[in-house]
């Protein structure tokens, strides 16, 4: 199935903050309306190498290199925000353009630190929801921890107790003991064998 | 719904009330567990039986203690383990309510079982929201007004909430107007 499919820079915006755009000298036509909050001002006609360079391997970010296969996963970190790093892939369009598409690699810390919120990305990217799934990892291993303290503390507290009512019963034992004692020593000796 | 609701309000009552006094709201409630495993989904019924038995041991109405535990709900059962989430869930107050359904469907992932209510939120004008709350859980919309009043103070904002439509009373939905302003 084949489709002319378009999108106007609004729909590219929306289905991809982070995108950008490059004409066929490699120099940013375009970027998504995220992507061009954090990047520096007036980035517009400036060679893609000036601003990216390739995290993973070692590849020059030429036209015959980035055109070569676009399903090939690229990690580019922005030269002057270096905790931005964008994974995603190049994708030759029918105008002649080069359209990256992808996303920053994030942890809590680097969103804070790129002044970015959830909201930022795209309602189909699912970057957000593993924020949510570590976290929840993490604040269940916290849970578990303190119901171990819990499930600790009412042990002791079981144990105390215990150790108490044992103490009490002994003590209550040593008592009846010496009562019956008392008792005995009162009766007669004939009384005393038919007690005992 | 997960454990982390009723071990919200235990550590509403036990933080506010003292230890004894969740050990009664128990005891009223009918049931035996006094601390609850966050991930694990109970029975709805029990959150209603444990929340009715606190307003009756602590002699609050039921709409007042809901308000505050929605309230406690954000600035502390949240915070305590996902505070540092909260703070990449939304650039400002509007930012956060007018994107809620977005993270509750972002949380699914993680909470496989939630079952969240559909929050849509407009802004109206600045400082001024209209949120709209369906949820098939009956009694909540006290609970929903301290949760914008516990977004408001986590981002330094003054509130004031106003239910406008009530599925109580016939309405096909709660409705709410939401006036907030930085607090001076």
């Known amino acids: 199935m084949t489709s002319s499919l378009r999108l106007d820079a609004s729909g590219l915006d929306a289905a991809f903050p982070f995108h950008f755009v490059l004409d066929d000298g490699l120099a940013i036509v375009a970027t998504g309306r995220v992507l061009r909050r954090l990047l520096p001002t007036g980035i517009e006609h400036t060679p893609v190498d000036t601003l990216f360079e390739c995290v993973r391997t070692p590849a020059e970010l030429t036209l015959r290199e980035i055109t070569a296969d676009p399903e090939r996963c690229w990690l580019l970190r922005a030269k002057q925000v270096p905790s931005l790093v964008l994974r995603g892939q190049f994708v030759p369009t029918a105008d002649g353009t080069v359209l990256f598409v992808g996303g920053p690699r994030i942890d809590i810390d680097t969103l804070k630190e790129l002044g970015l919120t959830l909201n930022d990305f795209a309602a189909h990217d699912a970057a957000g929801d593993f924020i949510f799934l570590v976290n929840a990892q993490q604040a269940s291993l916290a849970d578990a921890a303190r119901l171990s303290d819990e499930l600790g503390r009412l042990n002791v507290e079981l144990e105390d107790r215990v150790k108490a009512r044992t103490v009490e019963l002994s003590t209550a034992n040593a008592q009846l003991m010496r009562t019956a004692s008392d008792l005995v020593s009162t009766l007669e000796p004939g009384e005393r064998a038919y007690s005992c | ?184």
């Open chain 2, 1 to 184: 719904m997960y454990g982390m609701v009723n071990e919200g309000l235990r550590q509403l009552v036990t933080r506010r009330h003292g230890e004894e006094a969740w050990g009664r709201v128990v005891d009223r409630s009918g049931g035996r567990a006094r601390t609850f495993v966050a991930m694990r989904t109970y029975d709805d019924a029990l959150t209603y039986q444990l929340v009715t038995a606190a307003a009756e041991e602590l002699a609050i109405p039921l709409p007042e203690l809901l308000e505050s535990f929605g309230e406690f709900w954000i600035t502390d059962t949240a915070e305590r383990g996902y505070g540092a989430l909260l703070d990449v869930c939304g650039a400002s107050f509007p930012d956060f309510l007018t994107h809620i359904d977005g993270l509750h469907s972002r949380i699914k992932l993680a909470m496989p079982e939630l079952d969240p209510p559909s929050i849509s939120t407009i802004v109206v004008a600045p400082g001024l929201l209209r949120l709209r709350y369906e949820s098939k859980r009956a009694g909540l919309a006290p609970f929903v007004i301290g949760l914008v009043k516990g977004l408001a103070k986590r981002f330094a904002q003054s509130v004031s909430v106003e239910q406008v439509a009530s599925k109580d009373a016939g309405a096909a939905a709660d409705e709410f107007l939401v006036h907030h302003r930085p607090l001076a």
